[in-house]
């Protein structure tokens, strides 16, 4: 299931916008049709809810190096809620993290000054 992109605010104030990807299946049939009305849709929301709550707790820097730990708190906080619907999160992925233009082009120029930086470096000890 995709979940639909949102707005999010990163633990530093700058607001991103994020979706992802749920896989799921239906362990108790019985459950996800008498314990809640529309389970895909709770489970679309829930998703929703769990990443903008997981994302205000880190900022921009750590969010992207921790992707792999953010989808998994998220999976673990769905998983705590689907259960008693008779129905297993088995894995979620964050697809896209886009934060505002502005500060894309200034983690860009970050990098391309880090590059030059390391071959100012690696110049001057081939030199010496």
């Known amino acids: 299931m995709e979940i639909a992109d949102q707005r999010a605010i990163t633990k530093d ?18 459950a996800a049709c008498y314990n ?42 769905l998983d705590h809620t689907t259960e008693q619907w008779g129905i297993e999160c088995m894995r979620y992925e964050i697809k896209d993290i886009l934060p505002p233009k502005k500060i894309q082009q200034s983690m860009e120029l970050q990098a391309e000054a880090e590059r030059i930086k390391r071959s100012h470096i690696l110049e001057s000890e081939g030199r010496r």
Do not use: C, W
């Not at 104030?13 to 019985?30: C, R």
């Not at 009305?37 to 992207?64: H, V, W």
């Open 13 to 30: 104030n700058v607001k991103i916008k994020i979706d992802g990807i749920l896989y799921y299946k239906f362990k108790d049939t019985k």
């Open 36 to 77: 809640i009305k529309d389970p895909e849709n709770a489970i679309s929301f829930l998703a929703q809810t769990a990443m903008r709550s997981e994302i205000g707790l880190l900022d921009l820097d750590s969010m992207f190096k921790e992707r792999e730990s953010l989808n998994a708190k998220i999976r673990a906080h």
